[in-house]
């Protein structure tokens, strides 16, 4: 019971709160050819930045939501997001359809997924409301970043101008804002660890 439950846990630690409008994740691109971008994602506390190669004039991110029935909402389980795949796509339907994308998955793989699991439970599912999910895409300008938010409803994406790197006297000043290496807790720390160790006896 305790081993399932802790692999029950790693799927639904995949999943991060869903409260407020939150800005999530940040992209910026860089180009390498004609309708090729290396996108650098940073997400969680931003202090990690993930290169992807995405083919297009757009790129799209998805999210999967997972919201908690009410009994569950009452005892503190609060609603969650987990961004699930990044793409580039081509504005002209006649264009992707001839050239086709490149698809990148998100999240970790997990031995149980607590969606998939919750609705296979069918009428005996006391737990998740519904699970679904939601895309956000914008054209793709090496000039701009992306700020992509969480809502109660789903994501969306805003865009504000790179910012001008200043020189003065050969000194650049970098302000950090946020702590890196918030490490999990106790309990999630357990499930991952077992997870992985499950995942590498399958291999």
């Known amino acids: ?23 999530i994740a940040e992209l910026s691109f860089t180009q390498i050819d004609t309708d090729e971008y290396l996108a650098n994602l940073a997400t969680g506390d931003f202090c990690e930045v993930r290169g992807f190669t995405v083919h297009g004039d757009q790129w ?10 009410y009994w569950a909402a009452a005892l503190g389980f609060e609603s969650k997001y987990r961004l699930d795949r990044l793409e580039g796509r ?9 050239r ?14 607590i969606a998939r699991f919750s609705e296979g439970l069918g009428r005996f599912n006391f737990f998740i409301d519904a699970t679904y999910g939601s895309s956000t895409f914008h054209d793709i300008d090496v000039t701009q970043i992306y700020d992509v938010y969480k809502t109660p409803t789903g994501i969306i994406a805003r865009k504000r101008e790179q910012p001008s790197i200043d020189l003065q006297q050969n000194i650049l000043s970098i302000e950090i804002n946020n702590a890196c290496g918030t490490k999990p807790g106790l309990w ?5 660890g077992l997870n992985d160790l499950v995942l590498q006896w399958q291999e």
């Open 1 to 23: 019971m305790v081993l399932l439950l802790a692999l029950f846990s790693v799927s639904y630690f995949g999943y991060t709160n869903l409260t407020s409008e939150t800005r």
């Open 60 to 69: 799209r991110l998805d999210a999967g939501f997972l919201k908690w029935k």
């Open 90 to 98: 081509y504005a002209d339907v006649a264009m992707q359809n001839q």
């Open 100 to 113: 086709g994308g490149l698809s990148h998955t998100l999240g970790d793989p997990t031995l149980l997924d």
């Open 188 to 192: 999630a720390s357990f499930s991952y």
